[in-house]
């Protein structure tokens, strides 16, 4: 029986791409190539950043100090007025189990995030993951597990990234829910494989002792 269920937020319970992505990255590339951001930077930027963190891929390119201050900058100062949920979210509050919301990125961004989208509420534990160590997910999970003293197979983890959350929960021996929201998304090594909430509340009311 599942006891536990953390959940992603970026492009699991809101598009980030599509409402945040793609005009953010572009004026974070713009303003990059002005200081340095090579054409081969650019590219696999732009590959990656659907579904990891700008911190996890200025570290993996290797990016200057100087290139990655101004695309931190144009990324903590984006506009996030206008961001709403997924429709669906709405059914984490029918769901019986403690939850806990772990994110990564900035903290005053990923915050500022939960609260536009008025979903704060809806969690007991909401931890944002500041370091670029997609590893420091599964020490977050550890201490979760701890904190509920709950089995690896008490606990659910639903996201669409696969090299971090859906790795970590994997590693730990946790249920991991691979969310694809989008077309054509990579699928990665999970449990199970969905495209909304509705679908996590039957897999969830599905397992039972």
Same mark, same amino acid.
């Given at each position: 029986m599942i006891k536990l269920i953390i959940f992603d937020l970026d492009n699991t319970l809101?598009?980030?791409?599509?409402? !945040?992505?793609?005009?953010? &990255?572009?004026?974070?590339?713009?303003?990059m190539r002005k200081v340095g951001l090579t054409k081969e930077q650019e590219r696999l930027l732009r590959k990656k950043y659907i579904i990891t963190g700008f911190r996890i891929i200025a570290k993996e390119l290797g990016l200057s100090e100087k290139v990655k201050k101004i695309g931190m900058g144009t990324y903590t100062n984006m506009d996030l007025s206008h961001i709403t949920p997924y429709k669906d979210v709405k059914l984490i509050s029918k769901l019986k189990q403690?939850?806990?919301l772990v994110t990564s990125g900035s903290g005053e961004v990923q915050l500022k995030k939960v609260?536009? !989208?008025?979903?704060?509420? &809806?969690f007991g534990d909401i931890v944002v993951d500041k370091s670029s160590s997609p590893d420091n997910k599964q020490r977050i999970f550890a201490r979760l597990m701890k904190k509920y003293r709950l089995k690896p197979k008490e606990i659910m983890v639903v996201g669409d990234n696969p090299d971090s959350e859906l790795a970590a929960g994997k590693a730990?021996?946790?249920v991991a829910v691979q969310i694809l929201r989008r077309p054509g998304m990579l699928k990665g090594k999970a449990d199970y494989y969905v495209k909304g909430l509705d679908e996590v509340k039957k897999i969830v009311e599905s397992m039972v002792d």
């Open positions: 809101f598009d980030t791409y599509n409402q !945040l992505g793609v005009e953010v &990255l572009d004026k974070m590339i713009a303003r403690k939850k806990a609260r536009i !989208l008025k979903i704060g509420g &809806l730990l021996g946790m």
